[in-house]
């Protein structure tokens, strides 16, 4: 099914979207995430980092919202330690993917897994304009990396 835009306005206004985006959501983390992170967002320690908790310790933070979006898009490239954990390695970006896709693929990391349980209340889905606001950086996946230590110095 394609959504229209004005056929997901009219759902975000009747509080129908998230369901639906996150459906959407899920069969994107399959298809391009769940191989290195894990069908439920573990990852596999020393290659590639989890996701459950991780995400939402991330988008936490100030900058985390654009960050994460920045890291979907264009990939990171350098070592970050999550959960005590080391990982030194490129992740590849996704730019192929259309913004609503991966806001709806970002909008399923946040929920999955418990991570819902960790958001605070009232939490926003990603949209489609936020990723296209970073889209327009066209930064390079160290840029990336960069731009995670200022905001997560681990």
């Keep these: ?3 229209t835009p004005l056929a997901l306005t ?22 391009n995430c769940a191989f290195c992170h894990g069908d439920a967002g573990q990852g596999r ?11 939402v310790d991330l988008v936490s933070r100030p900058g985390g919202r654009s960050v994460i979006v920045q890291i979907v ?3 990171i490239q350098g070592e970050i330690s999550v959960n005590e954990q080391r990982y030194n390695g490129v992740m590849p970006g996704y730019a192929q993917l259309r913004d609503e896709e991966i806001a709806s693929l970002l909008n399923f990391v946040l929920r999955a897994w418990g991570n819902d349980k960790l958001l605070p209340q009232g939490y926003p889905p990603f949209t489609a304009a936020e990723v296209a ?4 950086r066209r930064l390079t996946p160290l840029q990336v990396y960069e731009n995670r230590r200022r905001i997560n110095p681990r």
């Design 10 to 31: 009219l759902a975000l206004s009747l509080g129908l979207a998230v369901p639906a985006l996150a459906q959407n959501g899920g069969s994107l983390y399959q298809q």
């Design 45 to 55: 320690p020393g290659a590639f980092p989890p996701l459950a908790g991780h995400s």
């Design 133 to 136: 606001a970073e889209r327009s």
């Design 73 to 75: 898009l264009f990939g």
């Design 1 to 3: 099914m394609k959504t």
